[in-house]
T-cell receptor, first 111, second 111 residues
Framework: GQNIDQPTEMTATEGAIVQINCTYQ??????LFWYQQHAGEAPTFLSY????GLEEKGRFSSFLSRSKGYSYLLLKELQMKDSASYLC????????????FGGGTRLMVKP | SQTIHQWPATLVQPVGSPLSLECTVE??????LYWYRQAAGRGLQLLFY??????ISSEVPQNLSASRPQDRQFILSSKKLLLSDSGFYLC??????????FGPGTRLTVT
């Protein structure tokens, strides 16, 4: 079966750095995604990791350790608009066609 | 670029009534299509996916069904809604790349 764990809620201050962790246990692994979802809206793609290491994209970075079943999303220079849910998802199956999502981490950024 | 349309945007239905949600896509051909459901404050649960016309795979046995009558059309149906069917229904597509793109969603409330 698939099991993906991430914290339910986090709070951080505007301008600070926050790290959202995700651990997973899956049968088959093609890669790991992070999506951002604002309240009432559809998820939007943030990052994709298939190899171990850190992928940096502007203020957002994502890290993967396949041997440890662990990933994190790092958000720097937090802005109020970063208040959203962050969804960790593991890609499995043929050609990575299947995504299994964690429950999401709701991040609140305070002034 | 590809676009995903979902309708209706919101829906309130009584228990026991039928359901039909439609998803259509533009700007792509032969995509994988997916139906997800998101309960309030929760992660995304994969309900159905399709790799082509008439090909449907069900991930969660329940009172919902899906059909793909055309390459760019994916329909989610139910003959009799339950209270537990309430949620945010998202259609997604995947092309040859690794990313899944999400439509705007339909918010369903069963009363």
């Amino acid at each position: 079966g698939q099991n993906i764990d991430q914290p339910t809620e986090m709070t951080a201050t505007e301008g600070a750095i926050v790290q959202i962790n995700c651990t997973y246990q899956t049968s088959g692994f093609n890669g790991l995604f992070w999506y951002q979802q604002h309240a009432g809206e559809a998820p939007t793609f943030l990052s994709y990791n298939v190899l171990d290491g850190l992928e940096e994209k502007g203020r957002f970075s994502s890290f993967l350790s396949r041997s440890k079943g662990y990933s994190y999303l790092l958000l720097k220079e937090l802005q109020m608009k970063d208040s959203a849910s962050y969804l960790c998802a593991v890609s499995t199956g043929k050609a990575g066609n299947m995504l299994t999502f964690g429950g999401g981490t709701r991040l609140m950024v305070k002034p | 670029s590809q676009t995903i349309h979902q309708w209706p945007a919101t829906l309130v239905q009584p228990v026991g009534s039928p359901l039909s949600l439609e998803c259509t896509v533009e700007g792509t051909s032969n995509p994988n299509l997916y139906w997800y459901r998101q309960a309030a404050g929760r992660g995304l649960q994969l309900l159905f996916y399709s790799v082509g016309i008439g090909q449907i795979s069900s991930e969660v046995p329940q009172n919902l069904s899906a059909s793909r009558p055309q390459d760019r059309q994916f329909i989610l149906s139910s003959k009799k809604l339950l209270l537990s069917d309430s949620g945010f229904y998202l259609c997604a597509l995947k092309n040859r790349g690794y990313e899944q793109y999400f439509g705007p969603g339909t918010r369903l409330t069963v009363t």
